[in-house]
C-alpha cells in the first residue's frame, strides 16, 4: 500500500536496496539519494511509479532498465552521477511520459551545446536541470533576473483583483475597450456609484414630498 519511500542515505549492497522488491506496486514516489548504488540493474518493476531521486551516487549507465521496470516516470533526478555521454541519457528515450530530467553536477553538462544536444536527443521532456528549452541560453544572473521578472508579474496580477472586478463590469455594461485605461472605469463606478445613492435620496424625497402633499389635502 506504500506510495512514497524515501530511503535517502542509506547504503546499497551489490546494486540493491535490501528489501526493496516487486511488492511495493503502488509506490509512485522513490527517492534513493546518497545511497551509493553503482548500478540500477537489480531496480524492481514499479509500474506506478512517477518520480524517481537518484542523485548522488556513482551511476555510470544502465539507464535502459528504467524504460523496462518504470515506464510511467514523468520525473527523473541523477544529478551528482558519473554520466558523462549522450549515449547514455539516449536510453531515456523509451520513457514515454518523462516531462523533467536533472542531470546537474554530472559530466555530461560540460558537452558543448549540452542543453540543446539533451533536447533534441529526448523530445519528450519539458525540463532540463530545472529550466525549460527556452532558457538553455540564459546564464544563471539572467536565470535569477527572468525567475525575478517572474514574481513581479505574478505580483502585479496579485495585486490586481480590481482592475479584474472593473473589466467584468465593464463587459456587463456592454463595454469593449479594456486598454484605455483603469482611471476612466474607476471614475465611471464611483460616478454610477453616486448616481445610486442620488437616486436613493431621491426615492426617498419623493416619498416624504408625497407624504406631506397628502397631510395638506
Do not use: W
Amino acid at each position: 500500500q506504500v506510495t512514497e519511500l524515501v530511503l535517502d542515505n542509506c547504503r546499497s549492497s551489490n546494486g540493491e536496496i535490501e528489501g526493496l522488491n516487486d511488492s511495493f506496486k503502488e509506490l509512485q514516489f522513490l527517492s534513493m539519494a546518497n545511497v551509493e548504488l553503482t548500478s540500477l540493474a537489480k531496480l524492481p518493476t514499479l509500474s506506478k511509479l512517477r518520480k524517481l531521486e537518484l542523485s548522488d551516487n556513482v551511476i555510470s549507465g544502465g539507464l535502459e532498465v528504467l524504460a523496462e521496470r518504470c515506464p510511467n516516470l514523468t520525473y527523473l533526478n541523477l544529478s551528482g552521477n558519473k554520466i558523462k555521454d549522450l549515449g547514455t541519457v539516449e536510453a531515456l528515450q523509451n520513457l514515454k511520459n518523462l516531462k523533467s530530467l536533472d542531470l546537474f553536477n554530472c559530466e555530461i553538462t560540460n558537452l558543448e551545446d549540452y542543453r540543446d544536444s539533451i533536447f533534441e536527443l529526448l523530445q519528450q521532456i519539458t525540463y532540463l536541470d530545472g529550466f525549460d528549452q527556452e532558457d538553455n541560453e540564459a546564464p544563471d544572473s539572467e536565470d535569477d533576473d527572468d525567475e525575478g521578472d517572474e514574481d513581479d508579474d505574478d505580483d502585479e496580477n496579485e495585486a490586481g483583483p480590481p482592475g479584474e472586478y472593473e473589466e467584468e463590469d465593464d463587459e456587463d455594461d456592454g463595454a469593449s475597450d479594456l486598454g484605455e485605461g483603469e482611471e476612466e472605469e474607476e471614475v465611471g463606478l464611483s460616478y454610477l456609484m453616486k448616481e445610486e445613492i442620488q437616486d436613493e435620496d431621491d426615492d426617498d424625497d419623493y416619498v416624504e414630498g408625497g407624504d406631506e402633499e397628502e397631510e395638506g389635502k
